[in-house]
């Protein structure tokens, strides 16, 4: 079955750290580009962070640029993002997506995993 | 950054109804822009990229178009399994950004 699974979610108190994972299963995890998009309680989809499939290149959102990395282990079909200095406007849920293209990559998102929560409290 | 602004923000429709949602962009994106269907509680679902593509899997009552920086999804008859919140999303040019989102909901 094709699919996404986050992990790693939880409380953290403002200024801590976290590492979300996500395994990927059912296709060629090493071909497509991968993002991560959150969306804080209530709100709309606001897009994190994506790692190319090929050329090893991250991209971040403003928010998030300094304090958040996406890294990739393609022999274990994993995704991460390190958390960093987190702050109460980081909490929501995080959700993995992978990339319509193989290659270079759309930038679209065609398989989403179910997400975690990340709450930033004290 | 390119901002995306969609409207209505929420639409109330019968059964049937013909709906039309629109994302308008901030500058030119080309045809990079996806449109996205989240149900409460669930992951976006990939509806529409490229403008006007369809996704594998997607009703065939869900259709996109273009005219120069305004994006519309259409849903022709709408159905009680339509029921969610829709997002536009464009891929033109890092940061990646998303609409506001339109909430669609039965009359």
């Known amino acids: 079955e094709v699919q996404l699974l986050e992990s790693g979610g939880g409380l953290v108190q403002p200024g801590g750290s976290l590492r979300l994972s996500c395994e990927g299963s059912?296709?060629?995890?090493?071909?497509?580009?991968m993002g991560w998009v959150r969306q804080a309680p209530g709100k709309g989809l606001e897009w994190v962070s994506v790692f190319s499939g090929s050329g090893g290149r991250t991209y971040y959102a403003d928010s998030v640029q300094g304090r958040f990395i996406i890294s990739r282990d393609d022999s274990k079909n994993m995704l991460y993002l390190q958390l960093s200095s987190l702050k109460a406007e980081d909490t929501g849920v995080y959700y993995c997506?992978?990339?319509?293209?193989?290659?270079?990559?759309?930038?679209?998102?065609?398989?989403w995993g179910r997400g975690t929560l990340v709450t930033v409290s004290s | 950054d390119i901002q995306l602004t969609q409207s209505p923000s929420s639409v109330s429709a019968s059964l049937g109804d013909r709906v039309t949602i629109t994302c308008r962009a901030s500058?030119?994106?080309?045809?990079?822009l996806a449109w996205y269907q989240q149900k409460p509680g669930k992951a976006p679902r990939l509806l529409i990229y490229t403008a006007s593509t369809l996704q594998g899997g997607v009703p065939s009552r869900f259709s996109g178009s273009k005219s120069g920086t305004d994006f519309t999804l259409t849903i022709s008859s709408l159905q009680p399994e339509d029921v969610a919140t829709y997002y536009c999303?464009?891929?033109?040019?890092?940061?990646?950004?998303f609409g506001g989102g339109t909430k669609v909901e039965i009359k």
């Open positions: 997506a992978k990339d319509l293209d193989r290659g270079l990559g759309s930038y679209f998102f065609d398989l």
């Open positions: 059912g296709f060629t995890f090493s071909n497509y580009a």
């Open positions: 999303q464009q891929a033109n040019r890092f940061p990646l950004t």
């Open positions: 500058q030119g994106i080309s045809t990079w």
